[in-house]
Nanobody, 125 residues
Framework: QVQLVESGGGLVQAGGSLRLSCAATERLFSSYAMAWFRQAPGKEREFVAAITVSGGSTIYADSVKGRFTISRDNAKNTVYLQMNTLKPGDTAVYYC??????????????????WGQGTQVTVSS
């Protein structure tokens, strides 16, 4: 059974930074693309960023491009999300997810078959 455990969330003032981590309990972690999504109260879960198997390519939502950076350390079975210049609009529960093979768009929740429990990020103005 694959488990994804997020950490690093918290309360930060606008303009501040946070680094989220997602640790996977899977020896085949390096074989799958990974992503971060977020869900604000009353809204649908939305794509934030994704990273390919090798880490050579990354994809970002327009709303976070230039502020967030996704990375991975396959030796540690961990994916990260560095979030800088945070805004109140970034407030949400952040989830990491493992992509289900090579099919499906990186932007769709349906393309991912394992999810973490989420970590709360709150940005105050």
């Amino acid at each position: 059974q694959v488990q994804l455990v997020e950490s690093g969330g918290g309360l930060v003032q606008a303009g501040g930074s946070l680094r989220l981590s997602c640790a996977a309990t899977e020896r085949l972690f390096s074989s799958y693309a990974m992503a971060w999504f977020r869900q604000a109260p009353g809204k649908e879960r939305e794509f934030v960023a994704a990273i390919t198997v090798s880490g050579g390519s990354t994809i970002y939502a327009d709303s976070v491009k230039g502020r967030f950076t996704i990375s991975r350390d396959n030796a540690k079975n961990t994916v990260y999300l560095q979030m800088n210049t945070l805004k109140p609009g970034d407030t949400a529960v952040y989830y990491c997810a493992r992509k289900n093979g090579i099919s499906g768009s990186y932007y769709w929740t349906e393309s991912y078959n394992y999810w973490g429990q989420g970590t709360q990020v709150t940005v105050s103005s």
